[in-house]
C-alpha cells in the first residue's frame, strides 16, 4: 500500500480482507509510517514498554490556515525557485498544515495499537536530544496525554526558531526502563535520557522515500512479512474547515483551501459521524460549516463513489463491533 490516504481511510478494512484471502497487506518501507512500524517492533521485541512514536515535520499552529497561495511563503521559496522547480503546491500545502502529518500517524496507530491523545497531534518543538525529556506523559514533566500514544515533533519552536538538532526528516520511539536495572543500562550505555532516567529514545534522522521501498518487496516476497500493517482502527482524520464554509461550496481535500485534516480517535470519529479528509474532495457542502468545525458526514451530500461505498462499510463494521449507533 504506497498510498498513506487509502491506508488511513480504508487500511483496518483492507488488511482484513487480505489476510482473509491469504494476501499480505504492507506499508511502504522508506515512506515514514512503515519506519516508525519498524522502530516500535524493535523496541517491543526488545522487551521495552513503547511511551510514544512518532516522526519529525515543520510546523506552526498558523500553519492550519495555509493554502496552495500562501504555502510557498511559510517554507522561505521565493516564486523563482519554484518557477524553476516541479512543486505541486497542493501537495506541499498538505505537508505543511498538518494534514499529512495526521494520516501518517492514523497508519501508525492503526499498525502498531498506539493511541492518539484526545485532541490529536499537539506538535511540540523537540529535536533528536529532548526526544526523551519532551515524548513521556504529562504527568510526569512530559508533552504526551498518556503511554502509548502517537505524536509529531515540530522543528520550529513557537516563535519561528529553528529547534536545535531537530527530527524534521526522521522518526523515533520513546521506551521506558520501568526498572532500576535497565535505568543503570541506559546510564551505562549513554543514552540520553530525561532527568528520571527512565524514559530514553531511538530515533533515524532521514527517510528515503521510494529508494527503500525494496525492503517492502524483499519482507512480503521472501518472508510474507509486511513492514507494517494495519491491526485495527485507533485513528482516524477528519477535515476540518480552514475558513467559513457556506452551503453549496466544493471542498478541495488535502492540502486545499477549503479543510485540514485533524488526527482524532477512531471511536470518537465514528461518534460525530466526521467525514474522512480522504473523501473531502469534490463534494458539495449542503449546510454552513464554521472555521475550525469538523465537516461530518451530515453536511455534505453523499458521493456515489468506490472509495466512498468502501469506507461507509468499514464504519459500519467497526460500529457494530463496538457497539456504536
Known sequence: MVNVEADCLAGPLLARRARAAGIVYSLAYGDQPALICELVDWA???????????????????????TPETVWGHYGFSREQVARGDYNAQMFNSF????KSAIE???????????????GLSFPPCGADDLARVLKPAAEGGALHHRGQVEVVSSL?????PVARDLRWGVYVTLAADSEYVRRCFSEYGLATDESGNYAAM?????????????????????????GAPTGFRGDVVAVAKR????????????GYTV??????????????????????????????????????????????????????MEALFASEWGIR
Do not use: Q
Not at 519552536?157 to 526558531?161: G, I, L, T
Open 105 to 119: 500517524m492514523a497508519a501508525v496507530a492503526n499498525a502498531t495499537g498506539l493511541t492518539p491523545a484526545p485532541d
Open 260 to 313: 485540514w485534516g485533524r488526527l482524532i480517535p477512531a471511536r470518537d470519529s465514528l461518534g460525530c459521524a466526521g467525514l474522512p479528509i480522504g473523501l473531502a474532495h469534490r463534494v458539495r457542502l449542503t449546510r454552513t460549516v464554521k472555521k475550525g468545525e469538523t465537516v461530518t458526514w451530515r453536511d455534505i451530500a453523499m458521493p456515489e463513489t468506490e472509495a466512498a461505498r468502501v469506507r461507509l462499510e
Open 244 to 255: 467559513d464554509l457556506a452551503a453549496g461550496t466544493t471542498l478541495d481535500g488535502e492540502g
Open 203 to 227: 530515533y533515524k534522522p532521514y527517510h528515503l522515500i521510494g529508494l527503500e521501498l525494496g525492503i517492502s518487496v524483499a519482507a512480503v516476497g521472501l518472508r510474507r512479512e509486511p513492514t
Open 96 to 99: 505543511l498544515d498538518g494534514t
Open 157 to 161: 519552536e513557537r516563535d519561528a526558531r
Open 44 to 66: 517491543r521485541t526488545a522487551g521495552f514498554d513503547v511511551v510514544a512514536a512518532g516522526k519529525g515535520t515543520r510546523y506552526l499552529p498558523a500553519y492550519h490556515d495555509s
